[in-house]
Protein backbone atom coordinates (compact mmCIF):
# COMPACT_ATOMS: atom_id res chain seq x y z
CA UNK A 1 0.00 0.00 0.00
CA UNK A 2 1.01 3.68 -0.71
CA UNK A 3 1.37 5.71 2.85
CA UNK A 4 -1.17 8.69 2.95
CA UNK A 5 -0.67 11.81 4.64
CA UNK A 6 -3.35 14.83 6.09
CA UNK A 7 -3.08 18.00 3.97
CA UNK A 8 -1.09 20.57 5.26
CA UNK A 9 -4.41 22.57 5.78
CA UNK A 10 -6.13 19.88 7.33
CA UNK A 11 -3.08 19.28 9.96
CA UNK A 12 -3.34 23.27 10.77
CA UNK A 13 -7.04 23.00 11.55
CA UNK A 14 -7.03 20.29 13.94
CA UNK A 15 -4.32 22.02 16.03
CA UNK A 16 -6.23 25.22 15.79
CA UNK A 17 -9.79 24.33 16.28
CA UNK A 18 -9.90 20.95 17.73
CA UNK A 19 -12.58 21.25 19.86
CA UNK A 20 -14.33 21.26 16.68
CA UNK A 21 -13.85 17.91 16.33
CA UNK A 22 -13.46 16.36 19.85
CA UNK A 23 -16.86 14.64 19.31
CA UNK A 24 -16.13 12.35 16.68
CA UNK A 25 -13.83 10.19 18.37
CA UNK A 26 -17.16 8.84 19.74
CA UNK A 27 -16.90 5.43 18.68
CA UNK A 28 -20.29 6.38 17.15
CA UNK A 29 -18.86 8.71 14.62
CA UNK A 30 -16.07 5.90 13.59
CA UNK A 31 -17.41 6.44 10.06
CA UNK A 32 -17.51 10.03 10.13
CA UNK A 33 -13.64 10.65 11.72
CA UNK A 34 -12.66 8.05 8.87
CA UNK A 35 -14.22 9.74 6.12
CA UNK A 36 -12.68 13.22 7.04
CA UNK A 37 -9.00 11.98 7.13
CA UNK A 38 -9.85 10.41 4.11
CA UNK A 39 -11.29 13.55 2.41
CA UNK A 40 -8.33 15.74 3.17
CA UNK A 41 -5.26 12.96 2.63
CA UNK A 42 -3.12 12.56 -0.25
CA UNK A 43 -1.22 9.20 -1.30
CA UNK A 44 2.59 9.49 -1.22
CA UNK A 45 4.99 7.85 -3.13
CA UNK A 46 5.66 5.54 -0.03
CA UNK A 47 4.73 1.85 -0.61
CA UNK A 48 4.81 -0.14 2.50
CA UNK A 49 3.19 -3.03 3.85
CA UNK A 50 1.85 -1.95 7.62
CA UNK A 51 1.90 -4.28 10.13
CA UNK A 52 -0.92 -5.30 12.52
CA UNK A 53 -0.36 -4.12 16.44
CA UNK A 54 -0.52 -5.97 19.93
CA UNK A 55 -3.56 -4.94 22.07
CA UNK A 56 -2.54 -6.70 25.14
CA UNK A 57 -3.60 -5.91 28.54
CA UNK A 58 0.38 -5.20 29.24
CA UNK A 59 0.52 -2.06 27.80
CA UNK A 60 4.54 -2.14 28.97
CA UNK A 61 4.56 -5.11 26.26
CA UNK A 62 1.99 -4.12 23.89
CA UNK A 63 4.86 -0.96 23.39
CA UNK A 64 7.50 -2.82 22.60
CA UNK A 65 6.42 -4.79 20.34
CA UNK A 66 4.61 -2.73 18.59
CA UNK A 67 7.74 0.09 18.52
CA UNK A 68 9.47 -3.39 17.41
CA UNK A 69 6.63 -3.76 14.19
CA UNK A 70 6.19 0.01 13.45
CA UNK A 71 10.21 0.52 13.08
CA UNK A 72 10.44 -2.56 11.28
CA UNK A 73 8.20 -2.25 8.38
CA UNK A 74 8.71 1.60 8.07
CA UNK A 75 12.43 1.26 8.71
CA UNK A 76 13.40 2.77 5.29
CA UNK A 77 11.71 6.25 6.36
CA UNK A 78 13.85 8.75 6.89
CA UNK A 79 13.80 10.77 10.45
CA UNK A 80 12.80 13.21 8.05
CA UNK A 81 10.11 11.89 6.93
CA UNK A 82 9.18 10.28 10.00
CA UNK A 83 9.10 13.99 11.82
CA UNK A 84 6.21 14.49 8.84
CA UNK A 85 3.08 14.34 11.59
CA UNK A 86 0.81 14.30 8.39
CA UNK A 87 1.47 10.46 8.30
CA UNK A 88 1.01 9.72 11.93
CA UNK A 89 -2.11 11.80 12.24
CA UNK A 90 -3.58 10.20 8.67
CA UNK A 91 -2.49 6.43 9.87
CA UNK A 92 -3.80 7.19 13.67
CA UNK A 93 -7.21 7.69 12.35
CA UNK A 94 -7.67 5.32 9.70
CA UNK A 95 -5.52 2.22 9.43
CA UNK A 96 -5.02 2.42 13.26
CA UNK A 97 -8.00 3.23 14.26
CA UNK A 98 -8.39 0.85 17.03
CA UNK A 99 -5.51 1.11 18.41
CA UNK A 100 -5.86 4.39 18.98
CA UNK A 101 -9.17 3.40 20.95
CA UNK A 102 -6.89 1.08 22.75
CA UNK A 103 -4.10 3.27 23.93
CA UNK A 104 -5.81 6.42 24.74
CA UNK A 105 -8.00 4.34 27.07
CA UNK A 106 -4.91 3.09 28.61
CA UNK A 107 -4.04 6.66 30.02
CA UNK A 108 -5.51 7.64 33.73
CA UNK A 109 -8.27 10.22 32.83
CA UNK A 110 -8.71 9.84 29.38
CA UNK A 111 -12.34 8.77 27.74
CA UNK A 112 -12.62 9.16 24.34
CA UNK A 113 -16.59 8.84 24.35
CA UNK A 114 -16.99 11.76 26.71
CA UNK A 115 -14.41 14.02 25.16
CA UNK A 116 -11.98 13.96 28.33
CA UNK A 117 -8.56 13.59 26.43
CA UNK A 118 -6.00 16.01 25.53
CA UNK A 119 -5.37 16.87 21.42
CA UNK A 120 -1.49 15.81 22.15
CA UNK A 121 -3.10 12.28 22.63
CA UNK A 122 -4.11 12.28 19.10
CA UNK A 123 -2.09 15.06 17.38
CA UNK A 124 1.25 16.65 17.48
CA UNK A 125 0.47 19.70 19.71
CA UNK A 126 3.04 23.00 19.92
CA UNK A 127 2.78 26.42 19.14
CA UNK A 128 5.95 26.29 17.19
CA UNK A 129 8.36 24.56 14.93
CA UNK A 130 10.55 23.27 17.76
CA UNK A 131 7.59 22.02 19.89
CA UNK A 132 5.95 20.02 17.26
CA UNK A 133 8.97 18.65 16.39
CA UNK A 134 9.43 16.66 19.88
CA UNK A 135 5.58 15.85 19.59
CA UNK A 136 6.55 13.30 17.66
CA UNK A 137 8.15 11.62 21.14
CA UNK A 138 4.59 11.89 22.79
CA UNK A 139 2.25 11.19 20.04
CA UNK A 140 1.18 7.22 21.15
CA UNK A 141 1.58 6.05 17.52
CA UNK A 142 5.12 8.24 16.12
CA UNK A 143 6.66 7.36 19.00
CA UNK A 144 6.59 3.50 18.53
CA UNK A 145 8.51 4.22 15.38
CA UNK A 146 10.55 6.41 17.23
CA UNK A 147 11.74 4.25 20.07
CA UNK A 148 12.59 1.75 17.73
CA UNK A 149 14.67 4.33 15.22
CA UNK A 150 17.22 5.19 18.76
CA UNK A 151 17.16 1.73 19.76
CA UNK A 152 17.87 -0.59 16.76
CA UNK A 153 21.11 -1.81 16.37
CA UNK A 154 21.65 -3.98 12.88
CA UNK A 155 18.42 -5.00 13.45
CA UNK A 156 18.36 -6.08 16.75
CA UNK A 157 16.35 -4.18 19.85
CA UNK A 158 17.48 -5.46 22.79
CA UNK A 159 17.70 -1.93 24.00
CA UNK A 160 14.16 -1.45 23.15
CA UNK A 161 12.49 -2.46 26.29
CA UNK A 162 14.71 -0.14 28.42
CA UNK A 163 12.45 2.83 27.09
CA UNK A 164 9.01 1.37 26.45
CA UNK A 165 8.48 -0.96 29.23
CA UNK A 166 7.70 1.55 31.63
CA UNK A 167 6.94 5.22 31.78
CA UNK A 168 7.02 5.29 28.01
CA UNK A 169 6.29 8.97 27.42
CA UNK A 170 8.35 10.05 29.72
CA UNK A 171 11.46 8.18 28.93
CA UNK A 172 11.00 9.56 25.00
CA UNK A 173 10.56 13.04 26.83
CA UNK A 174 13.96 13.07 28.74
CA UNK A 175 16.31 10.66 26.52
CA UNK A 176 14.79 12.64 23.23
CA UNK A 177 12.70 15.45 23.25
CA UNK A 178 15.24 18.07 24.98
CA UNK A 179 19.18 17.55 23.89
CA UNK A 180 19.47 17.55 20.06
CA UNK A 181 22.81 16.62 20.60
CA UNK A 182 21.83 13.09 22.39
CA UNK A 183 19.31 12.29 19.82
CA UNK A 184 21.16 12.85 16.74
CA UNK A 185 23.75 10.53 17.83
CA UNK A 186 22.92 7.18 17.79
CA UNK A 187 26.25 6.41 18.77
CA UNK A 188 25.48 8.33 22.20
CA UNK A 189 22.54 6.94 22.62
CA UNK A 190 23.43 3.24 22.17
CA UNK A 191 26.28 3.42 24.47
CA UNK A 192 24.01 5.48 26.94
CA UNK A 193 21.31 2.65 26.93
CA UNK A 194 23.54 -0.08 27.05
CA UNK A 195 25.56 1.14 30.52
CA UNK A 196 21.69 1.42 31.84
CA UNK A 197 20.93 -1.91 30.80
CA UNK A 198 24.58 -3.52 32.08
CA UNK A 199 23.85 -1.10 35.62
CA UNK A 200 20.80 -2.83 35.65
CA UNK A 201 21.62 -6.67 35.22
CA UNK A 202 24.20 -6.20 37.67
CA UNK A 203 23.09 -4.74 40.54
CA UNK A 204 20.56 -4.39 43.11
CA UNK A 205 18.33 -1.53 42.09
CA UNK A 206 14.85 -1.34 41.04
CA UNK A 207 14.93 -1.30 36.97
CA UNK A 208 12.26 0.69 36.18
CA UNK A 209 13.04 4.28 38.81
CA UNK A 210 13.66 7.18 36.91
CA UNK A 211 16.40 8.20 39.06
CA UNK A 212 19.01 6.62 37.03
CA UNK A 213 17.74 7.30 33.51
CA UNK A 214 17.65 11.11 34.85
CA UNK A 215 21.46 10.91 36.46
CA UNK A 216 22.92 9.26 33.58
CA UNK A 217 21.76 12.00 31.76
CA UNK A 218 22.79 14.72 33.69
CA UNK A 219 25.99 13.49 34.08
CA UNK A 220 26.48 13.16 29.96
CA UNK A 221 24.98 16.62 29.89
CA UNK A 222 27.88 17.87 32.60
CA UNK A 223 30.48 15.88 30.68
CA UNK A 224 29.41 17.57 27.40
CA UNK A 225 30.10 21.20 28.73
CA UNK A 226 33.83 20.16 28.89
CA UNK A 227 34.29 17.72 26.14
CA UNK A 228 32.97 16.89 22.70
CA UNK A 229 30.77 13.56 23.12
CA UNK A 230 30.75 13.10 19.63
CA UNK A 231 34.68 12.04 19.78
CA UNK A 232 33.75 8.84 22.16
CA UNK A 233 33.04 5.50 20.52
CA UNK A 234 29.94 4.07 21.79
CA UNK A 235 32.29 1.50 24.22
CA UNK A 236 33.43 4.56 25.87
CA UNK A 237 30.18 6.64 26.58
CA UNK A 238 29.20 2.89 28.26
CA UNK A 239 32.10 2.94 30.21
CA UNK A 240 31.84 6.30 31.70
CA UNK A 241 27.89 6.38 32.19
CA UNK A 242 27.98 3.07 34.01
CA UNK A 243 31.08 3.87 36.15
CA UNK A 244 29.40 7.02 36.96
CA UNK A 245 26.17 5.38 38.20
CA UNK A 246 27.69 2.69 40.40
CA UNK A 247 29.94 5.34 41.73
CA UNK A 248 26.79 7.41 42.45
CA UNK A 249 24.42 4.64 43.63
CA UNK A 250 26.78 2.14 45.45
Known amino acids: MLLRYITSEFADELSNNFEKYRSYYQLSQKDELQKLFEENSFNSSIEVELPELDFSDDVGYSDTANAQRIHQALRNLTPREASDERLWIYLFHTTYYDFLRYRVSKTNGYDLETGKFGSSAVLFTGNNKDRKGRAKNINYLSRLWWAGYFTCEDGNYDLLPLVTESDFSNNMTLLFGGSRQFSNNLTLVHGYLKAIKCFFETNNHPKRNRVYYEEGMQYL ?26 STFS
Open 221 to 246: SLRSSSVMLDMFSEEEIEVMVYNHLV
